[in-house]
């Protein structure tokens, strides 16, 4: 079901702005609630759904691998529509897809007859179906061995060329087996035709260099690819050297080894018009088809044949042109996976979004730099003090893959607290070969998936990188007020630029700090100035409308709101005091509570000392409050000196 229909059902009086995040995090709690079966559920952007494949129904039994012991119950199943009697939506597109799983049903139940030697009820089978799928090449088949099977080869030649004919006429290409392939198989009884399987391994890259934090992930789509029923459109989305052509090439070594079928992979970057892209993969694939046939037609009835992945990298050089093609190769080679890389969501009907983001700094970044270190300079010492450099280093740059191999390239000649000095001079350029033209510095890397945004998206993501600490939702809606931010946000995380961080009960958004720094040198100087001031003040504004008590504890709720912006309040906290903002005595005192809350008392006196020199000239209310605040926290942290300095100036003031 979509997420709006679905939130709708479940609370029909509330809008979906307001019901959106409620969904997500209910998600979360049934996932958690169903401990090791928490994988029935799955959810994408749009959609949520429920995998029934480890539950027995109609579907499950059409799906079974096994037509052997399955025969019976498929039998029964075959004979029958999917719901008869039900005219729901729903069930129209849920027999639409039962059509497609009935077919391959068919076709495996009628090899396996002919195989067996029971031709009579293959031919039967087969005839039953081809009136309504006459140009399946695998189906049709089916007859063909029956009736050579049968002893007559005048008959199955017929049904061959019959089948020649209305798929040169119908889709301008050739069924992959000749006609005298099929009368030799006939000569041949104990050696039933197959239909020919190619070599694709050549056309996967072979990277040289060693992959770090993606085991977890790679294992996931090989699992998904491997399913019995698996997705027919995955994209791995992310921004420019986030890592997903890597990704992509880990999954296909992985599946061409232990997965049956064959697998294929085409840079579609390298395309030069974008409406001949399947031209493109079939000369990869070594295939020359005929100039007048339809390419993807061709292209559908070669990965057709057999069960195949076809996974094609950086599509986004071929949007939006290519969409309806690949629409079309979907529907006409249902056994086919397609993998797709790009740095935008296709939109591509039933495609699955799978979003690359960075690895863990603290281990698998600093592994990448440790090796690469250990690779340029032979006699380094491993010591504790350059382990730790190193981990600042990957920290520092949030973990991002293409960031943090621009940075190891550098300690060829750099040490490593000479690198993290030079930082940001690193990441401009880079002389590695091995890295194509578009991630030989950051910047190029990033700029494809900046300038695929539109004018508004693209100033909304300036606006969020105008925060250090990314924002939580409520945050959101302050800075986007009178604006649909749920839709802006959601369209930003598409484009792969934010991400998403949970924090209990409060969801944030951020961007890596590579991509933070990008977008910021977007921007010309006083509009970056003005759009951080902007912040400051929402940010001001947002602690000041919590309304917090200094003599009271925070709830648990508004604790962890705040601990989801401790980074843009400590942000906001050191512009008051560098720029000596006025009328911050609220902003200062709510924070010095937060602080205080936890248990960061002693270091926030000082601070909130100068808070009260500088917020002059204040009424003698808030004058009395910033002094009792002083009181409070010296107590706290058992400083009775300062906390009778703070009463002794209330008495003064005749507080």
Known sequence: MSRELLAGQLWPEDPYEASRLRLRQEIHRLRRALGHEAELVGSSATEVWLDVSSMRTDLSILKSQSVETQYTDLHAVLSDAFLPGWDDPWVNGERNQADRIRLRAVIEMGKWLNCEGRAKEALELSKKFIPDHPLNEELRMVAVNAHGNLGSLASATAEYQDLRRKMRDQLGIEPVMQSEDIVRSFSEPTAPPQLGLSDWSQTIPSPTDETFGRDALVDRVVSDLSRPNPPRFTTLVGPGGIGKTRVAIEVANQLNEFRPGRVAFADMSTVTEPVDWAREVLKELNIDPPAESDAVKFLASILGSQPSTLILDNLETILPDAASGLETLQKLAPKASLLVTSIVPSKVRGESLVQVGPIDPTSFGKELLVTALRGYR????????????????????????????????????????????????????????????????????????????????????QRISSYPGGMGMRLASLEFEGESYLDIIEALLDSGLLIVRDHATHTQVRLLSPVREFVQATLEESERTRLKEQAHTRIRAFADGMKISLWQPFSDEILECFDTEEENFRFAWHHVLESLVADSAQFALTIASYLAQRGQVSQIIEALDLVRSLCNPLDQAENAQIELGLASLALGCHRVDLAGDALDRIDKAGG
């Open 378 to 461: 032979t006699d380094w010492v491993d010591d504790a003090e350059s382990q730790n450099t190193l981990e600042q280093i990957a920290v520092k740059l949030d973990g991002y893959p293409l960031a943090l191999r621009l940075a190891a390239a550098r300690l060829r000649l750099l040490s490593p607290q000479e690198l993290l000095s030079q930082l940001e001079k690193s990441l401009r350029s880079s002389t590695l070969r091995d890295l194509p033209e578009r991630h030989r510095s950051l910047a190029s890397a990033l700029s494809a998936s900046f300038s695929s945004l539109s004018p508004e998206l693209a100033h909304a993501l």
